[in-house]
């Protein structure tokens, strides 16, 4: 009797597990990456097209449209940005309340606990304009063991408020958790550590607040360096520029070329570039992106505005520059004004195209770019130390 009955128990756990197989087998729990191929990858850029990131047909070949794709979907739903289609992105990505490219991301980020391993993308506060959002509408709850970067602009606002010392590192420890618990009792919030919505939507408001008024007291001294987007303007003096800020006064982000800028941009994209030395500025449009990123002037006075800035000729002699970014983020890189090989604009007086460095890990760069890359780097290192007094690791 005994043994009928734990045969008949085994045949239903069994029966069990084949109607829960399908469930769990959705999908094979491997990460998919650029250069794979097969029905895993052609479900995966079905998804993307469904929800809008991704055009054309999915042909099974994760290539870098899909790679791109893949990136501005994990950017939209607070995921990491790797380019990697593992578990936890794919598990998104098939998911109803997966965010669609065209909906916001308070429309479509669940506000409720997150795991500790939540790493969102890096965004930013651009300061004294209306609706400054530093985490970009994500207001999923921060505590301690959380880690990321989404940790990290916790950190660096509450360094800017001064609440916190020391170096964001994107790990939430007693530290943080102590910084986060005095802005909330300033604040006469629950002072209980945890970041949540009502946490994170007053740290932007301190943050906007304190922005208004630095950008009050600085008004004599900075001159606005934004252009519209196909004209730019030159100036003869040299504005005076606050340490760790750009010409309209918003914060200046350190940003990784591959982590951070590359997947966000595309051919055609403007860039608008502030040399701080002579005070000129002038606009690039995106050519190519590879270890960095193929531009070129925009119009003849762009031109001749970014000739003017490196001395009235052309040079490989690269400059540290601002950069601000198609999303209004200011951040900076390393550019030369010589014109080279081709490009794709004939009326902008300049015959080819130039190169924008943005920051790269320098072993990285030491291995596949050692002579100028690495110098670009080292320009790029200098001119975040002198601006912020932060050496890059």
């Known amino acids: 009797m005994m043994k009928r009955m734990l045969i008949l128990l085994l045949c239903a756990?069994?029966?069990m597990?084949?109607?829960?197989?399908?469930?769990?087998?959705?999908?094979?729990?491997t990460t998919l990456k650029n250069g794979d191929k097969g029905d895993e990858v052609a479900r995966l850029q079905q998804a993307l097209i469904d929800l809008g990131y991704l055009s054309g047909k999915a042909d099974g070949t994760f290539g870098n449209r899909t790679e791109n794709a893949l990136r501005t979907f994990q950017r939209k739903?607070?995921?990491?940005?790797?380019?990697?289609?593992?578990?936890?992105t794919r598990e998104t990505l098939y998911a109803k309340q997966a965010a669609k490219k065209g909906t916001t991301t308070s429309e479509s980020t669940s506000t409720t606990e997150t795991s500790p391993t939540d790493t969102s993308t890096q965004t930013t506060v651009e300061a004294g304009k209306t609706g400054a959002n530093l985490f970009n509408g994500n207001y999923t709850t921060m505590r301690v063991g959380s880690k990321g970067d989404r940790v990290k602009l916790l950190q660096q606002a509450l360094i800017q408020l001064k609440y916190l010392s020391g170096k964001a590192d994107g790990k939430y420890g007693s530290a943080t958790k102590k910084a986060v618990v005095a802005f909330q009792k300033k604040q006469k919030l629950t002072a209980d550590g945890v970041a949540g919505r009502k946490t994170l939507t007053a740290l932007e408001n301190a943050l906007k607040n304190?922005?208004?008024?630095?950008?009050?007291?600085?008004?004599?001294?900075?001159?606005?360096?934004?252009?519209?987007?196909?004209?730019?303007?030159?100036?003869?003096?040299?504005?005076?520029l606050k340490a760790g800020y750009a010409p309209d006064g918003s914060r200046l982000r350190l940003l990784h070329w591959f982590n951070d800028i590359k997947g966000t941009l595309k051919n055609g994209d403007h860039l608008l570039i502030y040399e701080p030395i002579s005070?000129?500025?002038?606009?690039?449009?995106?050519?190519?992106?590879?270890?960095?990123?193929?531009?070129?002037?925009?119009?003849?006075?762009?031109?001749?505005?970014?000739?003017?800035?490196?001395?009235?000729?052309?040079?490989?002699?690269?400059?540290?520059?601002?950069?601000k970014l198609p999303s209004g983020i200011w951040t900076i890189g390393s550019t030369h004004d010589m014109p080279h090989m081709s490009g794709s604009i004939k009326d902008n007086k300049f015959n080819g195209h130039l190169?924008?460095?943005?920051?790269?890990?320098?072993?990285e760069c030491k291995k596949n770019d050692p002579k100028y890359g690495v110098s670009n780097q080292e320009t790029i290192r200098a001119l975040w130390k002198q601006i912020t007094g932060e050496t890059v690791e």
């Open 355 to 363: 190169c924008v460095h943005f920051l790269r890990d320098m072993s």
């Open 279 to 323: 005070g000129i500025s002038w606009t690039l449009r995106v050519y190519s992106r590879g270890n960095h990123c193929d531009s070129e002037p925009l119009t003849a006075q762009d031109t001749e505005n970014m000739v003017k800035a490196f001395g009235g000729k052309n040079t490989w002699t690269q400059k540290g520059v601002y950069v």
């Open 210 to 240: 304190q922005a208004s008024t630095q950008t009050a007291e600085t008004t004599e001294t900075t001159r606005t360096a934004e252009t519209t987007e196909a004209t730019t303007q030159t100036t003869t003096s040299t504005p005076t």
């Open 13 to 15: 756990a069994v029966l």
């Open 17 to 29: 597990g084949c109607l829960c197989a399908p469930a769990l087998a959705a999908y094979k729990s």
């Open 77 to 88: 739903n607070g995921l990491d940005v790797d380019g990697l289609a593992g578990d936890i």
